[in-house]
């Protein structure tokens, strides 16, 4: 993982049937889960449940024993199977309540479409006791964030329009509160007429004294001098000078190494990865 | 979860710190999940992990005890990185063994193009003992499944083309042996006019009264008369015959509910998900 272990933990609970079943790729996750890393985060674990009770409330007590952020995606909507805050509840031992805030969202959204506020739609502004309703700019079920023995728990909309936005505009900073100094930079090298597996020592070597950078080579196929490796360095450090440095000194010898082994180098970049 | 609580039930492990990092998005977990559920297993975890022994033992063993099969996806190559069949042999407690017919087909792969046999590429040949290698038609890596006190664990390669042809050719038919009788059917129901929140109490009725469907409403954005919902009706039964009448008969509730509360079903249809 890039980072030490000292950075905070952060769990992804993906939450809906449809992820079961295989209807939907779950992009929300890839999602989080960059964002997260990139604000100084270490996604340890991203989970897909049902949106059973029992199945929610495992995951987020397990969660709730090792992280420091958890968030969960989907099941915060009107429909029946969307259990998402109950089993929240559950899990931090909190009740339900009707948040006035989060009542007054969800009234607005819909009185703008001249609908009535049905026991169904009020259902997503009865929160865990204590929670921050987050407002949702682009659907009617609010975010959800309640701190809880030194957890984060928020909730989002498994609608990516929705997840994304009330995400960017209402948890980052929440997040950047309690997220460590880090800087992120990263190289990638493209190397052609080396196989995966010929490199592998080298990059072995290289990720065993580099910790805090996170090594990884992809193959991209074949061409005319054999395989093409895109090698990508990640390195993260307290600041943006130190992981440069970092990235650039290790994506060197990389291409030194892979000139030694016959190969050619046809590419290489740096950047901030976003 | 459509079906019943009798179907088999199915872990995924996919491993990989690009994906808790977000480089890549995670389509062979959906692309498995699909498969699993039509042939009648109940994916009850997606479990993203990061390529660490502690971590992928750790989600292997709590699949032990619960699961029939358990898939893993990724961490089969040569890299160092690749910890795969290390953590699934640990978790098993079993010792990894050189498997002769796994190294051959590791030997055939490398001696085409020409490359050696080194200690990285032989490395994919350790097996947990007693595995059987399955053969890997797009890629070095051979595919590993072991059964292990009822459980069946199935080791594939990330690479999507890799993994895809390895469960098709390899492990459908041995899934076949132990899945149950199981047929599909599935009915789509668009609906103009009528909110999701408006529609739930009547989906909750009729999920609640037929188990063995899985009911779901997807908006698709507003229309001229309101808001468009698509809602999925996915029935299982130990027959295609069943299963079709009781889509259908769902879906036709659905319909006739959603016009009673002043919608429009502007398109249905029914067929085999796939």
């Not at 597996?197 to 996170?214: K, T």
Request: net charge neutral.
């Amino acid at each position: 993982m890039p980072g030490s272990s000292s950075q905070p933990e952060a769990w992804i609970l993906a939450i809906g049937n449809e992820l079961l079943i295989g209807r939907i790729v779950d992009t929300n996750s890839a999602w989080l889960a960059r964002r997260l890393t990139f604000l100084g985060f270490r996604v340890r674990r991203i989970i897909k449940v049902p949106d059973s009770l029992e199945d929610i409330v495992e995951e987020m007590r397990r969660g709730l024993g090792r992280a420091r952020v958890i968030i969960t995606t989907g099941g915060l909507g009107p429909t029946y199977d969307d259990k998402t805050l109950e089993a929240v509840a559950e899990a931090l031992g909190r009740p339900l309540e009707l948040n006035p805030k989060a009542l007054k969202m969800v009234e607005e959204f819909y009185s703008k479409k001249n609908l009535p506020l049905t026991p169904e739609r009020e259902k997503m502004a009865r929160l865990p006791k204590g929670s921050k309703p987050l407002p949702n700019p682009a659907g009617a079920a609010p975010g959800v964030l309640v701190e809880h023995n030194g957890v984060m728990v928020v909730s989002l909309p498994g609608v990516p329009a929705e997840m994304e936005a009330i995400f960017d505009n209402y948890v980052v900073p929440e997040l950047k509160k309690i997220a460590p100094p880090m800087a992120l930079w990263e190289c990638s090298t493209v190397i052609e007429g080396v196989p995966e597996s010929g490199l592998a020592p080298v990059l072995e070597e290289l990720a065993r004294r580099n910790p805090s950078a996170y090594i990884k080579s992809h193959p991209k196929g074949h061409e005319v001098l054999g395989p093409i490796l895109d090698v990508r360095v990640l390195a993260s450090a307290p600041s943006e000078e130190e992981a440069k440095r970092l990235a650039e000194s290790i994506s060197e010898k990389i291409a030194s190494e892979a000139e030694r082994l016959g190969g050619k180098v046809t590419k290489r970049s740096c950047g901030h990865p976003d």
